[in-house]
Structures are given as structure tokens and as C-alpha cells.
């Protein structure tokens, strides 16, 4: 689909905001602006684990909704002093009651909102006030596996896995560089950014015989086994391309990337992470993903049934439209409904 050189966009995020600057370096250049502001709460994890940290969720989760007022008149001024024309979000609920307030039309597009995921952690009447924020977008886009009430007041539009767009010769390259006789395995191991990872390098995994594994640049795990994504290397997605095999937490981005690009998917579980929940359920009822508990990735080992059963995920799959092909047919679905 061809790009209005009119249209300018305003990404507006914090803690991914270095990383998505770096990423869209050189791209559209006029087109695109940052700004940095802190829209959404997100998850307190307990310390060394990639578990809930509840009391610490609440008493963060009150602080928050203290300072709503003043984040919803400091949105106003900026949507009217910008003259913005739409707002897209994934999945900030309070920006959606600025743009009602506006009559700015507005899209949210994920695989959970913030009032699902915080359901079994905050309390139900707490969580009202997001419900009611979530109720005022004008159209929903939920991601594959996406498990929630009918947001869109206009449309809900169900949107399937998609991700960055892959290089072949990128591929090509880490390829000759991780593995250049193609005798060992290659692992790609993600828990985000934001996991605080101490501890990570005790665990027996990374003397797994004939084994590679790919680490972000932050994890901090010293291994002749393991190989750190270079600092400033954004699009990671390449190394999940290379890899034989993917080990992560259940979030969307990396699982996307993974499915897109016919790697295989062991997912770590996290029961209180209702959006986690609901990418693990869909994937299993394909058969697409491995699961394992944060205790049993204490003792994995990579050998060759696990390698086995991945091999066997990604056999007869069905292929997938590319994602620039699946953006553009939601965008022109939209466009007839506006």
C-alpha cells in the first residue's frame, strides 16, 4: 500500500522508547517524532524470577491510578496543541478517554489489555476505571490469541500474528557467523528486558552438549556457550530466524517472531499472567509450542528429544501471510468503515 507523505506519526512511550528510536533510525525521515511519557503501569516481578511480585503490583497499581488525573490533562493539551487526527495504542487504556473527550477517532490493537491482565492481581473494583477507559476506544484489533470483551465501539477486528520483516542475507550472514559447519544447535533464549536475570548463570542449561545459545545484550551469563546480541543491534529478530530452537516467556512479539519465521517455541509458563495465558492456550491447541514451568527450566537440559519435538511443531504447519500483507488488508478493511 502506498504511504501518505502527509502523514506524520508521534510515538509516545517510555522504557522501549531508546530501542525504537534506534530501530526506525533513518526510516521516514520528516515522518516520524518521540516523545517520552510514561503511559502504563506494566508488571512488578518478584526478584530473580519472572513471577508476579503481588503486593508490590498493588501498591505500584495505586500510586498509578493516584496520578491519572494529571496524565489525562496532560494528554488533552498535547492531542490538542499536536492537532492529532488518531490515536492508535497497544494497550494504554487512558488515552482512549482523551481521544472520546476529543472526538479523536481511536484504535487499540494487542493481544490483552491491562483490566484482563491485572484480573486475579488487583482487586475487581479497582479495576473499573480501566474497564471503563478500555470501553471508549472506537476500534479494537486483537492479536492472535487474544481471549477479550468486545472493546471496539465501532469494530473489532480479529488481526493474526504478524511481525518485523525478516533479510535473507541478514539471516544468511549470523548464520555463517553462529554456525558456519551447521553441526551445532543454535538456542535463542529471551525473557525481556525489563527481567531482572540475576541468577541466570547457575543454571545447567548452558553446558547442553553442541549447543549455541543467542542472549540479549543485558544477561549477564559468561559461558563459552553463550553469545550476546551486540549492543545497538535492534532487529532481533534475525537471530530468531537462525536459531533451531526458541526459549521464552509467552510474550507476543518474540512468539510472533517465532511463528512467522517456522522456528520452534518452548515458552515458559507464568500462571498469573493472564496474557501469557491465553498465547500458551491458543498455540497448544495447535500443537505450535512446548510448554515448561520457571522450576523446570532450573534443571533443562537441551538433548535430543526436546530438539525432536520441536522439529515436529513446525512440520506441517500451514503457511502464513507475510505481515506486510496482513497489515494492509486490516488497514483497508478500516478505511472502509471510517
Known amino acids: 500500500m502506498a504511504h501518505d507523505r502527509d502523514v506524520h506519526i508521534i510515538i509516545s512511550t517510555s522504557f522501549p522508547l531508546p530501542f525504537i528510536r534506534a530501530s526506525l533510525h533513518g526510516e521516514e525521515k520528516g515522518r516520524l517524532a518521540f516523545r517520552r511519557v510514561r503511559n502504563d503501569l506494566g508488571f512488578i516481578l518478584q526478584k530473580d524470577s519472572i513471577e508476579v511480585d503481588m503486593a508490590g503490583m498493588n501498591e505500584a497499581y495505586d500510586r498509578y491510578m493516584e496520578g491519572i488525573p494529571a496524565y489525562l490533562d496532560q494528554e488533552r493539551r498535547f492531542l490538542t496543541d499536536h492537532k492529532v487526527d488518531l490515536l492508535l495504542t497497544d494497550i494504554s487504556p487512558f488515552p482512549f478517554v482523551v481521544a472520546k473527550d476529543l472526538h479523536i477517532p481511536s484504535v487499540g490493537i ?173 498455540l497448544s491447541s495447535l500443537n505450535r509450542a512446548m510448554v515448561i514451568t520457571e522450576e523446570e527450566l532450573k534443571h533443562l537440559m537441551i538433548d535430543t528429544e526436546i530438539m525432536e519435538k520441536g522439529r515436529n511443531q513446525v512440520l506441517n504447519i500451514d503457511p502464513i501471510p507475510p505481515s506486510e500483507e496482513v497489515i494492509d488488508g486490516v488497514i483497508r478493511e478500516m478505511m472502509i468503515v471510517v
Not at 144 to 163: H, V
Not at 183 to 202: A, H
Not at 214 to 221: A, L
Open 110 to 282: 494487542s493481544n490483552f489489555t491491562w483490566y484482563t491482565a491485572y484480573q486475579g492481581i488487583i482487586p475487581d473494583e479497582k479495576l473499573q476505571g480501566m474497564r471503563e477507559a478500555y470501553q471508549k476506544m472506537d476500534f479494537f484489533l486483537p492479536l492472535a490469541g487474544a481471549k477479550e470483551p468486545d472493546w471496539g465501539r465501532e469494530r473489532m477486528t480479529p488481526f493474526p500474528y504478524f511481525c518485523r520483516s525478516v533479510r535473507p542475507r541478514e539471516v544468511a550472514r549470523l548464520r555463517r557467523e553462529l554456525n558456519p559447519d551447521g553441526k551445532k544447535k543454535v538456542v535463542y533464549f529471551g525473557l525481556g528486558m525489563k527481567i531482572d536475570q540475576v541468577g541466570l548463570g547457575s543454571l545447567p542449561l548452558w553446558d547442553s552438549e553442541g549447543t549455541i545459545f543467542v542472549v540479549s545484550s543485558n544477561t549477564q551469563v559468561h559461558h563459552p556457550h553463550v553469545i550476546r546480541i551486540p549492543d545497538g543491534y535492534t532487529e532481533t529478530q534475525h537471530y530468531i530466524a537462525v536459531s533451531d530452537l526458541v526459549i521464552s516467556k509467552a510474550g507476543w512479539g518474540t512468539v510472533a517472531e517465532a511463528v512467522q519465521t517456522r522456528r520452534p517455541l518452548l515458552l515458559i509458563d507464568r500462571p498469573h499472567m493472564m496474557e501469557d495465558q491465553n498465547t500458551i492456550r491458543h
